[in-house]
C-alpha cells in the first residue's frame, strides 16, 4: 500500500548514469507505485543532482524485503569500517 510518504534528504556523493558519473545533491526515498519494476508496490530512490531539478540522476526500484536487505548491508558495513571513517567529509568544489 501507498504510504504517500517521502523522505527528502541532502547527499554528499556521486551516481553513475550512463556512462557518465555526477555529483548527486539530493535523494527521495519513498514507497509507491514502480515505473518499470514488475511489481504492484516498490521501495524507490531517486538521487537529483539538484534539488531545485526535476532531472534525475539514477532511480531504483526495489522489492521491500531487497531494499530492507540493501539497508541492512549498508548499515553493516558502515559498522564495521575504521573509527573515523565516517565522519569523514571532503570538501569538494
Not at 547527499?11 to 526515498?29: I, M, Y
Not at 519513498?30 to 534539488?51: G, R
Amino acid at each position: 500500500m501507498c504510504t504517500y510518504t517521502t523522505a527528502t534528504l541532502k547527499l554528499f556523493g556521486n551516481a553513475k548514469s550512463g556512462a557518465s558519473w555526477e555529483r548527486v545533491k539530493t535523494a527521495s526515498v519513498y514507497l509507491d507505485h514502480p515505473v518499470a519494476f514488475p511489481a504492484t508496490h516498490s521501495l524507490n530512490i531517486d538521487l537529483f543532482a539538484d534539488q531545485d531539478d526535476p532531472k534525475r540522476s539514477a532511480a531504483l526500484e526495489l522489492s521491500p524485503r531487497s531494499a530492507k536487505a540493501l539497508a541492512e548491508a549498508i548499515l553493516s558495513m558502515i559498522a564495521e569500517a575504521p573509527e573515523g571513517l565516517i565522519d569523514e567529509e571532503l570538501t569538494i568544489s
